[in-house]
Protein backbone atom coordinates (compact mmCIF):
# COMPACT_ATOMS: atom_id res chain seq x y z
CA UNK A 1 0.00 0.00 0.00
CA UNK A 2 2.66 2.62 0.74
CA UNK A 3 4.36 1.62 -2.51
CA UNK A 4 1.24 2.56 -4.26
CA UNK A 5 0.66 5.84 -2.46
CA UNK A 6 4.52 6.39 -3.16
CA UNK A 7 4.22 5.97 -7.20
CA UNK A 8 1.11 7.97 -7.11
CA UNK A 9 2.43 11.32 -5.34
CA UNK A 10 5.46 11.00 -7.81
CA UNK A 11 3.35 11.40 -10.74
CA UNK A 12 1.98 14.47 -8.63
CA UNK A 13 5.16 15.69 -8.75
CA UNK A 14 6.00 15.89 -12.59
CA UNK A 15 2.68 17.60 -12.63
CA UNK A 16 3.28 19.87 -10.70
CA UNK A 17 6.83 21.01 -12.00
CA UNK A 18 5.26 21.28 -15.61
CA UNK A 19 2.04 23.74 -14.13
CA UNK A 20 1.48 26.99 -15.93
CA UNK A 21 2.42 28.67 -13.05
CA UNK A 22 6.02 27.58 -12.74
CA UNK A 23 7.97 30.38 -14.20
CA UNK A 24 11.13 31.72 -13.83
CA UNK A 25 9.63 35.24 -12.20
CA UNK A 26 8.69 33.12 -9.09
CA UNK A 27 10.96 30.29 -9.72
CA UNK A 28 13.19 30.61 -6.01
CA UNK A 29 10.24 29.35 -3.49
CA UNK A 30 8.31 27.24 -6.15
CA UNK A 31 11.48 25.80 -6.80
CA UNK A 32 12.71 25.09 -3.54
CA UNK A 33 9.17 23.42 -2.98
CA UNK A 34 9.75 21.25 -5.69
CA UNK A 35 13.20 20.30 -4.63
CA UNK A 36 11.72 19.53 -1.10
CA UNK A 37 8.82 17.55 -2.27
CA UNK A 38 10.89 15.50 -4.73
CA UNK A 39 13.07 14.78 -1.95
CA UNK A 40 10.22 13.83 0.36
CA UNK A 41 8.48 11.54 -2.46
CA UNK A 42 12.18 9.35 -2.68
CA UNK A 43 11.89 8.99 0.89
CA UNK A 44 8.44 7.62 0.84
CA UNK A 45 9.55 4.99 -1.95
CA UNK A 46 11.85 4.27 1.07
CA UNK A 47 9.92 3.93 3.95
CA UNK A 48 11.73 7.01 6.01
CA UNK A 49 8.45 8.39 7.15
CA UNK A 50 9.99 11.09 9.29
CA UNK A 51 12.73 12.03 6.78
CA UNK A 52 9.44 12.86 4.26
CA UNK A 53 7.21 14.39 7.07
CA UNK A 54 10.17 16.99 7.16
CA UNK A 55 10.83 16.99 3.72
CA UNK A 56 7.00 17.94 3.35
CA UNK A 57 6.16 20.22 5.94
CA UNK A 58 9.56 22.14 4.49
CA UNK A 59 7.97 22.04 0.92
CA UNK A 60 4.55 23.58 2.02
CA UNK A 61 6.05 26.39 3.72
CA UNK A 62 8.21 27.28 0.80
CA UNK A 63 4.58 26.88 -1.36
CA UNK A 64 1.46 26.30 0.22
CA UNK A 65 0.33 23.97 -2.57
CA UNK A 66 -2.90 21.71 -1.36
CA UNK A 67 -1.70 18.89 -3.26
CA UNK A 68 1.43 19.01 -0.98
CA UNK A 69 -1.06 18.17 2.01
CA UNK A 70 -1.86 14.69 1.13
CA UNK A 71 2.10 13.67 0.94
CA UNK A 72 2.20 15.54 4.27
CA UNK A 73 -0.71 14.00 5.90
CA UNK A 74 0.21 10.37 5.23
CA UNK A 75 4.11 10.91 6.59
CA UNK A 76 2.46 12.21 9.45
CA UNK A 77 0.14 9.54 10.11
CA UNK A 78 2.76 7.24 10.13
CA UNK A 79 5.12 9.21 12.52
CA UNK A 80 1.90 8.84 14.78
CA UNK A 81 0.82 12.59 14.91
CA UNK A 82 -2.83 12.11 13.67
CA UNK A 83 -4.18 14.98 14.67
CA UNK A 84 -2.43 16.94 12.72
CA UNK A 85 -2.36 13.47 9.89
CA UNK A 86 -6.36 14.47 9.90
CA UNK A 87 -6.38 17.94 9.62
CA UNK A 88 -3.90 17.76 6.40
CA UNK A 89 -5.80 15.16 4.79
CA UNK A 90 -9.27 17.27 5.18
CA UNK A 91 -7.71 19.83 3.92
CA UNK A 92 -6.57 18.34 0.89
CA UNK A 93 -10.23 16.66 -0.05
CA UNK A 94 -12.09 20.12 0.42
CA UNK A 95 -9.51 21.78 -1.12
CA UNK A 96 -7.91 19.49 -3.82
CA UNK A 97 -11.28 18.01 -5.01
CA UNK A 98 -10.02 17.87 -9.43
CA UNK A 99 -6.70 15.48 -7.97
CA UNK A 100 -6.55 11.84 -9.19
CA UNK A 101 -8.77 9.31 -8.22
CA UNK A 102 -6.32 7.34 -7.18
CA UNK A 103 -4.95 10.25 -4.70
CA UNK A 104 -8.14 10.75 -3.74
CA UNK A 105 -8.96 7.18 -2.45
CA UNK A 106 -5.33 7.34 -0.78
CA UNK A 107 -6.58 10.30 0.97
CA UNK A 108 -9.93 8.18 2.23
CA UNK A 109 -8.45 5.93 3.16
CA UNK A 110 -5.70 7.64 5.23
CA UNK A 111 -8.34 9.91 6.50
CA UNK A 112 -10.32 6.98 7.65
CA UNK A 113 -7.11 5.72 9.51
CA UNK A 114 -6.61 8.30 10.99
CA UNK A 115 -10.12 8.96 12.53
CA UNK A 116 -10.61 5.38 14.10
CA UNK A 117 -7.30 6.48 16.48
CA UNK A 118 -9.07 9.89 18.03
CA UNK A 119 -12.16 11.28 20.01
CA UNK A 120 -13.15 14.62 20.66
CA UNK A 121 -13.03 16.49 23.69
CA UNK A 122 -15.43 19.20 24.20
CA UNK A 123 -15.05 21.69 27.00
CA UNK A 124 -16.95 24.60 28.91
CA UNK A 125 -15.34 26.47 31.15
CA UNK A 126 -15.67 29.29 33.24
CA UNK A 127 -13.93 31.83 33.30
CA UNK A 128 -13.96 31.90 29.51
CA UNK A 129 -10.99 32.13 27.48
CA UNK A 130 -8.77 29.73 30.03
CA UNK A 131 -5.63 27.71 28.94
CA UNK A 132 -6.62 24.00 28.45
CA UNK A 133 -3.00 21.67 28.28
CA UNK A 134 -3.95 18.44 26.79
CA UNK A 135 -0.77 15.99 27.39
CA UNK A 136 0.07 13.77 24.56
CA UNK A 137 -2.63 15.30 22.14
CA UNK A 138 -0.19 16.55 18.95
CA UNK A 139 -1.04 19.78 17.97
CA UNK A 140 -4.28 20.46 20.33
CA UNK A 141 -1.59 20.10 23.31
CA UNK A 142 -2.47 23.72 24.49
CA UNK A 143 -5.39 25.28 23.33
CA UNK A 144 -7.67 28.46 24.77
CA UNK A 145 -11.53 28.51 24.81
CA UNK A 146 -13.18 30.88 23.24
CA UNK A 147 -15.03 34.02 24.75
CA UNK A 148 -18.18 32.00 24.90
CA UNK A 149 -15.97 29.41 27.09
CA UNK A 150 -16.30 26.28 25.10
CA UNK A 151 -13.40 24.57 23.25
CA UNK A 152 -13.68 21.66 20.79
CA UNK A 153 -10.54 19.99 19.96
CA UNK A 154 -9.71 16.02 18.46
CA UNK A 155 -6.81 14.03 20.64
CA UNK A 156 -5.85 10.25 20.00
CA UNK A 157 -7.24 7.39 21.85
CA UNK A 158 -5.90 6.97 25.64
CA UNK A 159 -5.90 8.27 28.57
CA UNK A 160 -4.44 12.30 28.55
CA UNK A 161 -3.83 14.27 31.84
CA UNK A 162 -5.68 18.09 31.50
CA UNK A 163 -4.59 21.17 33.12
CA UNK A 164 -6.88 24.32 33.26
CA UNK A 165 -5.23 27.57 33.66
CA UNK A 166 -5.95 31.40 33.56
CA UNK A 167 -4.18 34.30 35.38
CA UNK A 168 -5.72 34.79 38.69
CA UNK A 169 -7.03 31.59 39.24
CA UNK A 170 -6.23 28.40 40.58
CA UNK A 171 -5.32 26.05 38.19
CA UNK A 172 -7.27 22.28 37.77
CA UNK A 173 -5.94 18.92 37.10
CA UNK A 174 -7.56 15.90 35.92
CA UNK A 175 -7.16 12.70 34.02
CA UNK A 176 -9.37 12.19 30.90
CA UNK A 177 -9.78 8.94 29.04
CA UNK A 178 -10.20 9.92 25.44
CA UNK A 179 -12.09 6.95 23.01
CA UNK A 180 -11.78 6.61 19.50
CA UNK A 181 -14.83 8.21 17.64
CA UNK A 182 -16.08 9.13 20.97
CA UNK A 183 -17.16 12.99 22.15
CA UNK A 184 -16.48 13.81 25.30
CA UNK A 185 -18.13 16.72 27.29
CA UNK A 186 -16.82 18.57 30.24
CA UNK A 187 -17.53 22.03 32.00
CA UNK A 188 -14.73 23.19 34.03
CA UNK A 189 -15.32 25.74 36.68
CA UNK A 190 -12.01 27.59 38.22
CA UNK A 191 -12.03 29.21 41.68
CA UNK A 192 -10.09 32.93 41.63
CA UNK A 193 -7.04 32.87 44.17
CA UNK A 194 -8.45 35.65 45.60
CA UNK A 195 -11.50 33.64 46.75
CA UNK A 196 -9.66 30.83 48.27
CA UNK A 197 -9.09 31.10 51.98
CA UNK A 198 -4.95 30.81 52.53
CA UNK A 199 -4.01 27.98 54.69
CA UNK A 200 -3.79 29.03 58.59
CA UNK A 201 -0.26 29.23 59.78
CA UNK A 202 1.12 28.43 62.36
CA UNK A 203 1.41 24.61 64.04
CA UNK A 204 -0.97 22.38 64.35
CA UNK A 205 -3.66 22.97 67.54
CA UNK A 206 -2.50 19.23 69.09
CA UNK A 207 0.74 20.37 69.11
CA UNK A 208 0.00 23.68 71.21
CA UNK A 209 -2.25 21.57 73.36
CA UNK A 210 0.59 19.25 74.50
CA UNK A 211 3.11 22.21 74.55
CA UNK A 212 0.59 24.08 76.96
CA UNK A 213 0.37 20.94 78.80
CA UNK A 214 3.55 20.22 79.44
CA UNK A 215 4.37 24.06 80.25
CA UNK A 216 1.06 22.97 82.61
CA UNK A 217 2.71 20.48 84.50
CA UNK A 218 6.46 22.36 84.97
CA UNK A 219 4.24 25.36 86.52
CA UNK A 220 2.61 23.56 88.73
CA UNK A 221 5.87 21.33 89.88
CA UNK A 222 7.53 24.86 89.87
CA UNK A 223 4.47 26.10 92.11
CA UNK A 224 4.21 22.89 94.60
CA UNK A 225 8.05 22.76 95.51
CA UNK A 226 8.24 26.79 96.33
CA UNK A 227 5.11 26.50 98.14
CA UNK A 228 6.37 23.75 100.24
CA UNK A 229 9.78 25.99 100.65
CA UNK A 230 8.27 28.83 101.71
CA UNK A 231 6.09 26.66 104.48
CA UNK A 232 9.33 25.43 105.60
CA UNK A 233 10.90 28.60 106.02
CA UNK A 234 7.71 30.27 107.85
CA UNK A 235 7.92 27.63 110.18
CA UNK A 236 11.61 28.41 111.08
CA UNK A 237 11.29 32.18 111.11
CA UNK A 238 9.07 31.61 113.73
CA UNK A 239 10.25 28.50 115.60
CA UNK A 240 12.13 30.11 118.68
CA UNK A 241 14.95 27.03 118.92
CA UNK A 242 15.45 27.18 115.09
CA UNK A 243 18.57 29.41 113.98
CA UNK A 244 16.50 31.21 111.71
CA UNK A 245 14.03 32.55 114.48
CA UNK A 246 13.18 36.25 113.41
CA UNK A 247 16.04 36.29 110.90
CA UNK A 248 15.24 38.71 108.11
CA UNK A 249 16.65 36.53 105.06
CA UNK A 250 14.62 33.71 105.90
CA UNK A 251 11.66 36.37 105.91
CA UNK A 252 12.71 37.40 103.10
CA UNK A 253 13.44 34.50 101.43
CA UNK A 254 10.07 32.85 102.30
CA UNK A 255 8.09 35.55 100.79
CA UNK A 256 9.52 35.64 97.36
CA UNK A 257 9.28 31.73 97.59
CA UNK A 258 5.36 31.89 97.90
CA UNK A 259 5.16 34.73 95.39
CA UNK A 260 7.25 32.18 92.99
CA UNK A 261 4.05 29.61 93.99
CA UNK A 262 1.49 31.49 93.59
CA UNK A 263 2.96 32.82 90.21
CA UNK A 264 3.46 29.18 88.76
CA UNK A 265 0.10 27.86 90.04
CA UNK A 266 -1.24 31.04 88.31
CA UNK A 267 0.43 30.16 84.96
CA UNK A 268 0.29 26.27 85.50
CA UNK A 269 -3.64 26.89 85.74
CA UNK A 270 -4.28 29.23 82.65
CA UNK A 271 -1.99 26.65 80.41
CA UNK A 272 -3.73 23.95 81.48
CA UNK A 273 -7.10 25.27 80.19
CA UNK A 274 -5.19 26.45 77.05
CA UNK A 275 -4.50 22.59 76.85
CA UNK A 276 -7.61 21.64 77.33
CA UNK A 277 -9.03 23.77 74.84
CA UNK A 278 -6.85 22.88 72.07
CA UNK A 279 -6.94 18.78 72.81
CA UNK A 280 -10.56 18.71 73.30
CA UNK A 281 -12.47 21.24 71.46
CA UNK A 282 -10.04 22.63 68.79
CA UNK A 283 -8.43 19.50 67.92
CA UNK A 284 -6.43 20.81 64.51
CA UNK A 285 -7.06 22.65 61.74
CA UNK A 286 -8.91 21.05 59.06
CA UNK A 287 -7.10 20.91 56.02
CA UNK A 288 -8.93 22.86 53.37
CA UNK A 289 -9.76 20.78 50.15
CA UNK A 290 -7.97 21.53 46.63
CA UNK A 291 -9.86 22.94 43.77
CA UNK A 292 -11.16 19.46 42.56
CA UNK A 293 -13.18 18.86 39.04
CA UNK A 294 -15.79 16.26 38.79
CA UNK A 295 -15.48 14.56 35.74
Known amino acids: MGRARALSLSLFLSALALSPGARAADEDPRAASRAAFARGVEQLKQQDWTGARASFESAYALFAHPSILLNLGLSRLRTGDVELAERDLSRFLADDPESSPGELSAAREALAEARAKLGTLRFRTTPPQTRVSIEGCGAASVEVSGADGSLEVRCRSGSHQVRFEREGYVPVERAVEVSPGQTHDESV ?107
Not at 224 to 253: K, N, T
Open 189 to 295: ALARRDAVAPPRGGPDGRVVGWSLAGLSAVAVGVGAYAGVRAIGLADEYGDRGSPGFQDPSVRSDGVTLRTVSDVSFVIGIAAAAGAVYFLVFRPGDTPRPEATLRW
